[in-house]
């Protein structure tokens, strides 16, 4: 599924965010320590090999609503954006954590001059943000923020699961740009 907004290609996807190979950078849902912990930072770290945990230990501790950026090391893409997405009940105000996750990782993409940029649905795993409010927080964040790129004109979702996946077609097909 895919949305022309301007120069600018948004597209949901069902898959694994470590099979994009055609993405100059793919985002993580890291956690504080940037290790590689379970889920989306378990799947990176894993395909990226060790080489990506060496090159982000000087870079940690991260606070939420940050992002951060290194190599690809053994993935297909150049580089990895790093966010650290707030744990739903306990990171406050969680929206708007969120919300500067994919802000920060847009705005220090076009800063690196970075053409396509593949995020996974951050918070909505292990730090229980719940799916749809997280969706909705996402894409108007995005939206907010496309104005500003000058660099980045590819912007994709990448959805592990069939139903987020769904979730992401219907609010793309109802966003009025
Ligand atoms: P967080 O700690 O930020 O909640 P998780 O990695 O636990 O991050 O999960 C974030 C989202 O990514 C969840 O919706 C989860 O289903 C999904 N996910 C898990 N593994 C992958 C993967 N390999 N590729 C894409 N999405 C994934």
Do not use: W
Not at 63 to 91: R, T, W
Not at 142 to 165: S, T
């Amino acid at each position: 599924m895919k949305k022309q907004v301007g120069e600018i290609t948004m597209e949901a996807v069902h898959g694994d965010i470590t099979s994009q190979p055609d993405m100059t950078a793919v985002v993580n849902a890291a956690n504080a320590q940037l290790s590689p912990g379970g889920g989306v930072a378990g799947a990176i770290h894993r395909a990226a090999g060790p080489g990506l945990a060496e090159e982000c230990l000087p870079m940690a501790p991260i606070e939420p609503g940050q992002a951060v950026i290194s190599g690809g090391h053994n993935l297909p893409n150049k580089y990895v954006i790093h966010c650290l997405g707030p744990v739903y009940g306990k990171d406050k105000p969680e929206n708007l954590l969120l919300a500067d996750c994919y802000r920060n990782a847009l705005r220090l993409a076009d800063e690196k001059e970075i053409d396509s940029v593949a995020f996974p649905a951050i918070s909505t795993g292990i730090f229980g943000y719940p799916f749809e409010a997280a969706t909705d927080i996402t894409l108007q964040t995005v939206q907010e923020v496309l104005p500003e790129l000058k660099f980045v004109n590819h912007i994709r979702f990448v959805l592990f699961g069939e139903e987020d996946f769904e979730v992401y077609v219907e609010r793309l097909r109802r966003l009025k740009i």
